[in-house]
């Protein structure tokens, strides 16, 4: 009985001091986004002051507002939407066709094409960027939506995660709805997404969360705010005259709301498809 207790205590001690370890490691990732919401609402001067201060002498809570009317912050939110919906909504079906035809079809060439085609995520993004400018120069697509979307819409990291996971579905559910005269795009749409709909949470998440906070591409192919994002936006708040550094803060505090909600949205399938390993497994 002795024995038991000091096990049970030495457990119960075990475990505080992991939970009180995680509890300041989470600490130390949050600080961060508590600094930045405590400088949205205190005074441009006191954001730099020497010593620190933990919290404002003045709550101004009106500077989520000022910020959003200092620059057409309405018009790079918009832009910012539009640019990661439809960056995700490509992602997401040209993805889902090329998985398919990775995992499921059989051609001259399949593996040796799926091998160069995910070669390309080791190319860096700053490679590219002189031959996608010089070519949407060619196009005259210079500061369009089309300039922002389309070259980046198209990557094989979507690709390659979901053909592992339709490697990973039993292959005797399309041989039925094969003999049932079912086409391959049926099969696709019908059986397969609604499977993977975990998987597809998350590559959806992954695709708006980038093209959210996107800002080389942006910065090099878009002159003015018509056509800007909220990362430009952001740097529009540092002028000759001096930064509004609260306002940025603000601005920054105000662009996280769209990605938060969409991590709140798709929690389940987040971590459905993190806790499915055989999506990464295949067969």
């Not at 509890?23 to 986004?33: K, N």
């Not at 070259?151 to 399309?174: H, N, W, Y």
């Not at 969360?209 to 996107?214: F, G, R």
């Not at 709301?257 to 499915?276: E, K």
Request: charged share 10%.
């Amino acid at each position: 009985m002795t024995t038991r207790r000091k096990d049970a205590g030495a457990i119960t001690a075990g475990t505080l001091v992991s939970q009180g370890a995680m509890a300041l490691v989470a600490l130390a990732f949050l600080f961060p986004f508590f600094w930045m919401l405590t400088n949205a609402i205190r005074p441009n001067g006191e954001v730099l002051a020497v010593p620190p201060r933990l919290l404002p002498s003045d709550w101004q809570w009106g500077n989520f507002l000022d910020a959003w009317v200092y620059l057409p912050f309405g018009r790079f939110f918009l832009n910012s939407a539009l640019v990661s919906c439809a960056v995700t909504v490509i992602v997401l079906t040209v993805s889902s066709l090329a998985a398919y035809a990775f995992a499921r079809l059989r051609f001259v060439g399949r593996d040796a094409l799926f091998l160069t085609y995910l070669s390309t995520l080791m190319i860096p993004q700053v490679v590219l960027v002189i031959p996608l400018f010089l070519l949407i120069s060619r196009l005259d697509w210079v500061n369009t939506f089309q300039a922002l979307i389309l070259p980046v819409a198209f990557g094989s990291f979507g690709t390659f995660m979901l053909r592992q996971f339709f490697k990973s579905i039993p292959r005797e559910l399309e041989e039925a709805a094969l003999c049932d005269g079912a086409s391959r795009l049926r099969i696709l749409v019908s059986i397969i997404l609604p499977m993977s709909l975990p998987v597809l949470g998350l590559l959806a998440l992954f695709t708006f969360t980038a093209q959210w906070n996107s800002f080389l591409w942006p910065l090099i192919i878009v002159n003015g705010t018509e056509h800007a994002t909220i990362p430009l936006g952001l740097t529009m708040f540092q002028t000759q005259q001096g930064t509004q550094w609260n306002y940025l803060m603000a601005g920054a505090a105000i662009s996280m709301i769209p990605g938060l909600c969409l991590t709140i949205l798709l929690q389940r399938y987040i971590f459905s498809g993190i806790a499915m390993n055989s999506g990464f497994g295949g067969r």
